[in-house]
């Protein structure tokens, strides 16, 4: 069956502007997941939504940085006057939750922030 | 804070030789998941690990849960080209949150 995908696969933008970022996990999963990979690191927690509810948005860095999944599938993150740190791997994972959460990954964006 | 260690950071070997990478905490997780990453693509999981002491074996790979659930360890027995790339260890928080922790990963590669 076809896995997460995400679009678009690179993203670059200039310091200042507005990027979404897209992410459509397997069918069927509740549990969806955002993380950003910087080079030479793990993924970092962001965000995770059950359903449509963000149910643990600890890791997002600031208020910059929205998602959004309003019918439980497809879900959005939202970078507003991006900044050159910005720039990382923004890596979505999905879940059906049980029993221990184990996810699946989406490939990728590549966020470059000029 | 929960924090992930991996060790090694690096690990270059031959075909056929047998290979042991680490994750290591202070703190304790309810379960541990290990991923392997290939460039350009997101972490694929390999094996989830949920009882202290568990092990588990996927083929030629061994996967050991420490008795306090702080770490881990992944054993490949006579590595092979396909087994290259870059490891990662991921901690579920004791409170089974769902803000996992990853540790930096172990990139590994397997000569012919």
């Known amino acids: 069956g076809a896995g997460v995908s995400q679009t678009p696969s690179n993203k670059v933008t200039e310091k200042g502007k507005y990027v979404e970022l897209r992410c459509d996990p397997i069918?069927?999963?509740?549990?969806l997941y955002w993380y950003r990979q910087s080079l030479g690191q793990g993924p970092e927690f962001l965000i995770y939504f059950q359903g449509t509810g963000a149910a643990d948005d600890s890791g997002l860095p600031n208020d910059r940085f929205f998602a959004v999944r309003p019918e439980g599938s497809v879900s959005t993150l939202k970078i507003q006057r991006t900044e050159r740190g910005d720039s990382a791997v923004y890596l979505c994972?999905?879940?059906?939750?049980?029993?221990?959460?184990?996810?699946?990954f989406g490939p990728g964006t590549r966020l470059t922030v000029l | 804070t929960q924090l992930l260690e991996q060790s090694p950071q690096f690990l270059s070997i031959q075909e056929g030789e047998n290979l042991t990478v680490y994750c290591n905490s202070s703190?304790?997780?309810?379960?541990l998941q290990w991923y392997r990453q290939e460039p350009g693509e997101g972490p694929v999981l390999l094996v989830t690990v949920v009882t202290g002491g568990e092990v588990k074996k996927l083929k030629r790979l061994t996967f050991q849960f420490g008795d306090a659930r702080k770490d881990s360890s992944l054993h490949i027995t006579a590595a092979q080209p396909g087994d290259t790339g870059l490891y990662l260890c991921a901690g579920a928080p004791d409170n089974y949150g769902q803000n996992f922790v990853f540790g930096p990963g172990t990139r590994l590669s397997v000569l012919p």
């Open positions: 069918s069927g999963h509740t549990a």
């Open positions: 994972a999905s879940s059906t939750g049980l029993p221990y959460n184990e996810q699946f």
């Open positions: 703190s304790v997780f309810s379960s």
